[in-house]
């Protein structure tokens, strides 16, 4: 089964909003990481937090990390309709080898 | 430019056929994986190479089969091709393995009818 699971699995608000999205998982691990997929394109690489961070930042970007609760919270500020996308995490757990995707959670930002 | 290109973008055979998709990267990278998502998005990863040499096979039948003549290319061939294995197709390379930031392709769709 997928390492992380990620709620809403689907998150609609109105441009201008702030879009909040969660990550759970279930191992120790190194780092979290999360990206973006636009529809019909790869992923793209948001943002990096590691195990001994517990916020994050990056332009309108906030991550948070609760290494206790195995649980990551991506917040979005002033959301843009090309803030549409999904957004994935992924662990990186010790000796691994590989990052580990989340489900996904689909926002849709509406002009 | 293209930092992980991968060929071909679209791709639409049948049942049985033998088909490959084949990757680039000019990143400098040392590890270079194929992952492949599903039509519910859900990203599992296949195989990892490092400087030519499989890393990571995660229970992917054999009938896929990875090959990396350089630590730049990272081709796919897959055999008797089933229903099942319709989904997209996305290579990606990082630094080194594991703890790492991932950089895509765009992607190569496979449809098998």
Not at chain 2, 56 to 81: G, Y
Request: one cysteine or more.
């Amino acid at each position: 089964s997928q390492q992380g699971e990620e709620d809403p699995q689907a998150l609609s608000i109105q441009e201008g909003e702030n879009a909040t999205m969660n990550c759970s998982y279930k191992t120790s691990i190194n780092n979290l990481q999360w990206y973006r997929q636009n529809s019909g394109r790869g992923l793209v690489h948001l943002i990096l937090i590691r195990s001994n961070e517990r916020e994050k930042h990056s332009g309108r970007l906030r991550v948070t990390l609760d290494t206790s609760k195995k649980s990551s919270s991506l917040l979005i500020t002033a959301s843009r309709a090309a803030d549409t996308a999904s957004y994935f995490c992924a662990t990186d757990a010790p000796n691994a080898g590989k990052s580990t995707f989340g489900d996904g959670t689909t926002l849709t930002v509406k002009p | 430019d293209t930092a992980v290109s991968q060929t071909p973008k679209y791709l639409v055979t049948q049942m049985g056929n033998d088909k490959s998709i084949k990757c680039e990267q000019n990143l400098g990278h040392d590890t270079m994986y194929w992952y492949k998502q599903d039509s519910k998005k859900f990203l599992k990863i296949m195989f990892s190479y490092n400087n030519k040499e499989l890393i990571i096979n995660e229970t992917v039948p054999n009938r896929f089969s990875p090959k990396s003549p350089d630590k730049a290319h990272l081709n796919l061939h897959i055999n008797s091709l089933e229903l099942g294995d319709s989904a997209v197709y996305f290579c990606a390379s990082s630094h080194r393995s594991g703890a790492n930031v991932l950089t895509f392709g765009a992607g190569s769709r496979l449809t098998v009818l």
